[in-house]
């Protein structure tokens, strides 16, 4: 999944999602923006879920295409919220977001979402998570830590669709025909049930059509 929520699944909720997906002609290249610096982000990951590996390793199977990147199975995550690039937060500063953040989430308890309906844009293919309301609810107590210590930071105000990115697309101008008619054969078929019990501070750097992330703290739901 990307860092941002452009580049994924739309939300089930809209009921023209399927048929934008459909309405794609050409895939682009994902990678083709430039790289960022390293950043702190708001994640949920989901290294010990097996049934959304498995539904994701079926799906992945179906787009197998060269021209998409495939996400490994144990980088699978929603991203919730950029924090700030690395170079312009101190480490005592991320501290006290934990900590603030560790506050809100005493109020909110784990989380019972599901994680299917195949989906996405020109450059991704994802799943899509659903209540959204829920991880709304999550992702503002969270923002709301990140701004209680830096209150001047830039956060994104665009539509935010919680999703699951299971591939990126590596090249431009091809036609979607083939996946769209993939993405379709499993689209409904393959959903998994995941209770989200933390969310985590991760650092996120880009690499060669890939995106390398690794959680530096966890935050329980304890609500």
């Known amino acids: 999944m990307s860092p941002t929520a452009s580049t994924g699944a739309q939300s089930a909720a809209d009921p023209g999602e399927l048929e934008r997906f459909r309405k794609i002609q ?16 708001w994640y949920l990951t989901f290294e010990n879920t097996p049934g959304l590996h498995a539904i994701a390793r ?5 787009i197998a295409f060269p021209y998409y990147d495939l996400t490994p199975l144990d980088d699978l995550h929603l991203t919730l919220d950029r924090i700030a690039f690395t170079a312009d ?3 005592r500063q991320v501290k006290a977001i934990e900590d603030a ?28 998570a659903t209540p959204s309301q829920p991880i709304r609810r999550l992702r503002d107590a969270l923002r709301a ?29 091809i036609p979607a025909t083939e996946v769209v008619t993939a993405v379709e054969k499993v689209r409904t078929a393959n959903r998994a049930e995941v209770t989200i019990r933390e969310a985590s501070i991760v650092v996120l750097e880009r690499g060669p059509r890939s995106y390398a992330w690794r959680a530096i703290s966890r935050i329980p739901l304890a609500g």
């Open 89 to 91: 937060i101190t480490p």
């Open 145 to 173: 830590a990140t701004l209680a210590v830096r209150p001047g930071i830039p956060v994104s105000e665009t539509g935010f669709h919680p999703h699951v990115t299971i591939a990126y697309s590596n090249s431009d101008d």
């Open 58 to 62: 079926k799906c992945q199977e179906a």
């Open 26 to 41: 050409q895939l682009t290249n994902h990678w083709a923006h430039p790289a960022g610096p390293p950043s702190y982000y």
């Open 101 to 128: 953040a560790t506050r809100n989430c005493q109020r909110i308890p784990p989380l019972g979402i599901t994680i299917g309906l195949l989906g996405g844009t020109p450059g991704a293919i994802g799943f899509t």
